[in-house]
């Protein structure tokens, strides 16, 4: 049986506080919300259950877009078609990024920001973030192009941002020629 999350809207302030660290061991409600939002964020990738269960395409989940000022994120990347790789990182730090700036070229989207937002979004083009596990253990990632924009869009949650705060409302737009849009 499969039950949707329920996912804050932009406009619920819960979403522009810092969220807390996380302190071991987590929750069993906390991996079970995990887990489900794995499952979620997987099914809004795959056509016929995004269309079957109502679901807008994700690829990133923060804690705070459920309502729980903790810092966990979940990421679900389609490498290959109907072919994911699962990222859950707790305490998420961004440690070192790339000098190279890159946007999405169709903008950004959010599960809590129900309405298109026009405008490019810059990002680090490379980023490594370092973290926990669900048991505790430490991670090491190093994301490139449409993952390091997902990290830094979820590591964002944490802090109470969101992504359209980062489009110049004077130049929402990039050309090819100032920044390399993917």
Request: aromatic share 8%; net charge negative; charged share 35%.
């Amino acid at each position: 049986m499969f039950k949707k999350l329920d996912i804050l809207d932009e406009k619920d302030k819960r979403l522009r506080k810092i969220s807390d660290e996380v302190i071991f061991p987590i929750s069993n409600e906390e991996k079970k919300l995990i887990k489900q939002g794995i499952k979620e964020l997987t099914y809004s990738q795959i056509d016929k259950y995004a269309e079957k269960y109502d679901l807008r395409p994700g690829m990133g989940l923060a804690f705070p877009q459920l309502g729980i000022n903790k810092r966990i994120i979940i990421i679900v990347h389609e490498v290959n078609e109907g072919e994911f790789d699962n990222y859950v990182v707790i305490n998420p730090k961004i440690v070192s990024h790339s000098v190279e700036i890159i946007a999405a070229e169709a903008g950004e989207g959010c599960l809590s920001v129900n309405r298109d937002v026009d405008g490019h979004v810059p990002r680090h083009a490379r980023v490594s973030i370092e973290g926990f596990d669900e048991d505790g253990n430490p991670l090491k990632i190093r994301a490139r192009e449409e993952l390091s924009i997902a990290f830094q869009h979820e590591v964002d949650h944490l802090n109470g941002i969101l992504f359209y705060d980062h489009i110049d409302k004077k130049k929402p737009f990039f050309d090819e020629g100032e920044i390399r849009l993917i």
